[in-house]
């Protein structure tokens, strides 16, 4: 699933190698962990937090009351071989009401910075874009305050779908590059490739400059220092605001293999080469993920202090 990618892919319990001491989290047992869930189940949404197996979920949910919600089903028509979601020709039939259901929940939760994600929907005539438009506008009709960054497949190149998208006015728009250009085709699925993610976001920058563009590279996966530090040139060369840097951890057994856990040190290496590139804003971590709490908390402060 391109977009989701190992940047939101996170459990593993089935990596048989040996993780590091920096690579061991332990779960929240707070109640508002599960408030959130059964508001979530109430009204039968889904969460790219729950479905990846996101490290970081217990935290996100505890202390800040955001997660990152899952439209179009919970079936994708492509198969990365980093993503742990089903996978399938066709997805789900779309449902209407969803966009409505999500604004209620978000509304309910309190939450000023909502993300949004989905599957790829290939088989779908306008790749579900649409259906992103619709939950954008509800969200920003029922709760004008909310930011709202959306994570979104690449629509195969049609801008036209980018367009439907972008018109709806988010405040950040996600695609992920997932890997460096040489691991693309070993990585993700054909339909998927290096080229057209970066235009994605190119795009998106001449739809409308205002909107906040962002990405997520995951590493441990056989890229050298040096591919990382070139894809990160490659994005900045077409404006792209924000980026994420993550551990790939293998979710289950039919998945690639870690092949390195890589060192904080490493990690807080491509966040310094990152800022003097010129990201605004740059997470680098082990648990780092695409939908990462540190930066929606810097997303909503650079957005807070833009519409002074």
Known sequence: MDVL????????????????NWLKIRPSSNTDFSKIKDALIKRGLVTVCEEAHCPNMS?????????????????????????????????QAIDPFEPLRLAE?????????????????????????????????MIKKKQPSTRVEVLIPDFQGNIEQLKNVVDAQPDVIAHNIETVKELQHKIRDRRANYEQSLSVLENVKKLNK??????????????????VIEAMKDLRKIDCDILTIGQYLKPKNKNL????????????????????????YVASGPFVRSSYRAGELFMKNLLNRKSI
């Open 257 to 280: 293999k870690v092949e390195k856990y890589i060192e904080p040190k490493v990690f807080d290496d491509y966040k310094k080469i990152g800022e003097e590139l010129g990201f605004l």
């Open 105 to 137: 929940a978000i509304q309910e939760m309190g939450l000023d910075y909502a993300v949004i994600t989905s599957v790829d929907r290939d088989d779908l005539e306008d790749g579900g874009s649409v259906h992103f438009a619709n939950c954008i506008k």
């Open 59 to 91: 935290e996100c949910w505890h202390n800040e009351g955001t997660a990152t919600f899952m439209v179009l089903g919970d079936t994708c028509t492509r198969g990365c071989r980093f993503c742990a979601i089903n996978t399938a020709a066709k997805g």
């Open 5 to 20: 990618g190992g940047s939101e892919v996170c459990n593993s319990d089935v990596e048989l190698v040996h993780k590091p």
């Open 210 to 227: 205002k909107i906040f563009t962002k990405s997520a590279i995951m590493v441990g996966l056989e890229e050298t220092k040096e591919q």
